[in-house]
């Protein structure tokens, strides 16, 4: 198994920074890539940013290009979700996600294990 923890979460004003850290701990090896995905109040689990382990490409949802830089420690067995100029719409629940297959998918049903999740509220 592979075991994911969040951490960086918070409040924020329109316009600002957070940083999301994601540290893995287990059988690592299993894991491809890693995406982020985010949960708002009444909608689908979406994609958001991934990257794989070993070239370290990264893969970026369209609505979050140019803000938000995805990024990977591997000594650390961290990844790391950069996230600037903040909107109110990027409110929601940003959970962390394993991908042990190729290529890298954006969809939710090909990761195999996930984080408990970290809160990001942005207000306007």
């Known amino acids: 198994q592979v075991q994911l923890v969040e951490s960086g979460g918070g409040l924020v004003q329109a316009g600002g920074s957070l940083r999301l850290s994601c540290a893995a701990s287990?059988?690592?090896?299993?894991?491809?890539?890693m995406g982020w995905f985010r949960q708002a109040p009444g909608k689908e689990r979406e994609f958001v940013a991934a990257i794989t382990w070993s070239s370290g490409s990264t893969y970026y949802a369209d609505s979050v290009k140019g803000r938000f830089t995805i990024s990977r420690d591997n000594a650390k067995n961290t990844v790391y979700l950069q996230m600037n100029s903040l909107k109110p719409e990027d409110t929601a629940v940003y959970y962390c996600a394993s991908d042990p297959k190729v290529p890298v998918s954006t969809l939710a049903q090909r990761y195999d294990y996930w984080g408990q999740g970290t809160q990001v509220t942005v207000s306007s």
């Open positions: 287990g059988r690592t090896f299993s894991s491809y890539a």
